[in-house]
């Protein structure tokens, strides 16, 4: 042989003893290690123990043949690949043909010459890594892709969900309120005169500013299936499922109480010297012309309402 193999860990299934000797001297010459079965059971058990790298698989065995033992060994690795090379002393085309069908990857025919086996052995091993490259490189791009699924989902200046992730939710929560029969609000609320915030602050503190503010909004879902996210700007959405009208009062109440616990300072603000926010709250039980549209369209509507009567209150 020419170059030193890497070595390989191969498992060899062969009920005949001379076999088993024979390949196991010359693998074990050239610095492979072999593990040694003589029936198709103990060679799975080993499969399964041990992992080899390349299975060198006799045919004819008495109870259980080399066919049914690799199909049993694609079976005990799903999503893995071990290559398989049967050994017979059959060559018949449809010999080899049984070979292939039933899992095997090579067939050679016995009594092996050293370099054949040595050259299979190579291919196989050039196959695996391929493949291994593959399986890496697939992995890698599911992980990549995940984390692109949530930046896409998540507004990096306040970490909450944005738009986009929202409105799925919304679409979610609205079919699910619908086939339950429950009532679903939506909260929008809006910080009151933030133009004048940034103007009479700096922008990088509008941005500290509405970090708190989530932050805040964040805190007062207190229910698992509530969810707060930013819609844009300085305004924010509340998706509160199984809650009917009173219980959105009752939550909004909260909300600017702690909103004005909090009291961030608002530099420049005509409705006091805090942050205060005004909210538009829309409760429904959807029926089969309730939209997510809609439902933003009416929440709106509330907010404007708030806005224009004098802000720092939520209307519905
Ligand atoms: P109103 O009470 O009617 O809501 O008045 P407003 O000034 O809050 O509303 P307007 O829509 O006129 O202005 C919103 C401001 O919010 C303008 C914009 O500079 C600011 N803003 C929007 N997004 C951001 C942001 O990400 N960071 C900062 N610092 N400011 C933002
Ligand atoms: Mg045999
Ligand atoms: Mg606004
Ligand atoms: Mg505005
Ligand atoms: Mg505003």
Redesign the pocket.
Known sequence: MHAAPTPLTILIVDDQNATRVALTAELDRVGHRVLEADSAEWGLELFRRYRPDVVLMDVEMPGHDGYWTAREMRAAEPGGWTPIIFLSQFKQDLDIWKGIESGGDDYLVKPVSPMILHAKLRAMQRLAQMRHRLVTMSEELRAANAQLEELSSVDA?TGLMNRRALDARLQQELDLARRENKPLTLVLC?????????DAA??????A??RRVAQLLKETCRRPADCAGRY???EFALILPNTPRSGAMTYARALMRTIELSAIPHPDSPTGPSITL?GGITTCVPDESTSVEGLIMRADEALYNA?STG?NRFFS
């Open positions: 200046l809006d910080v009151d005169h933030f133009k004048r915030y940034n700096g922008h990088v503190a509008g941005d500013c509405l844009g700007g300085e005004s806005k802000r």
